[in-house]
């Protein structure tokens, strides 16, 4: 079973660049499989940010895809995000998650709590 | 982007029946997925393709897909079912395919 876990810093200034890693365990990502972000505004519905394949072509939300860079490392066996520029508006609970045909997640990390604030 | 439309809350006494609809444009012709998700915890999918359940998923929990509406029925509601559900496709023709719902709150009475 695939196991994910996500890791970062909590707090972000604005303007500055969050970054996040999501470390996979159970499944070698240069096998396969589509990899995904989504975040949850605190008391908000689901926002998906973008997703990648193993080999690293990309889909992005267009709403933020010219602040978002994600990537992946198969050396490491983790993807990472990354959101620039960032203002509250970005504070969120950001998930990592797998997607095994890419059109839905199956499994997902506990999720880690990201706020923007001076 | 395509919008996916849900009713705020939905209220079900025990061992009775929970619907919980997904509005979208011509929905029928997409898959819909459906995810639960419970008080400081991650989503978990529960239906994926309009009707698929994943491995220990109960069967009371299914799904159904045509015209403007997809629907997540769960049977013999218990108290555990209570949670957020939120809907899902992946609109490939659109420069923005991943789409949620805006989510459904399950209140079990």
């Known amino acids: 079973q695939v196991q994910l876990q996500e890791s970062g810093p909590g707090l972000v200034k604005p303007s500055e660049t969050l970054s996040l890693t999501c470390a996979v365990s159970?499944?070698?990502?240069?096998?396969?499989?589509?990899w995904g972000w989504i975040r949850q505004p605190p008391g908000k519905g689901l926002e998906w940010i973008g997703s990648?394949?193993?080999?690293?072509?990309?889909y992005y939300n267009p709403s933020l895809k010219s602040r978002v860079t994600i990537s992946v490392d198969t050396s490491k066996n983790q993807f990472s995000l990354k959101l620039s520029s960032v203002t509250a508006a970005d504070t969120a609970v950001y998930y990592c998650?797998?997607?095994?045909?890419?059109?839905?997640?199956?499994?997902w990390g506990q999720g880690t709590l990201v706020t923007v604030s001076s | 982007s395509y919008v996916l439309t849900q009713p705020p809350s939905v209220s079900v006494a025990p061992g009775q029946t929970a619907r919980i609809t997904c509005g979208g444009n011509?929905?029928?012709?997409?898959?819909v997925h459906w995810y639960q998700q419970k008080p400081g915890q991650a989503p978990v999918l529960v239906v994926y393709?309009?009707?698929d359940r994943p491995s220990g998923i109960p069967e009371r929990f299914s799904g159904s897909n045509s015209g403007n509406t997809a629907t997540l029925t769960i049977s013999r509601v218990e108290a555990g079912d209570e949670a957020d559900y939120y809907c899902?496709?992946?609109?490939?023709?659109?420069?923005?395919?991943?789409?949620f719902g805006t989510g459904t709150k399950v209140t079990v009475l």
């Open positions: 998650a797998s997607a095994i045909l890419l059109e839905y997640f199956d499994y």
């Open positions: 159970g499944y070698s990502i240069s096998s396969g499989y589509y």
């Open positions: 990648i394949y193993h080999s690293g072509s990309t």
């Open positions: 011509n929905i029928g012709s997409k898959s």
């Open positions: 393709d309009d009707s």
């Open positions: 899902q496709v992946w609109d490939s023709s659109s420069d923005h395919p991943g789409v």
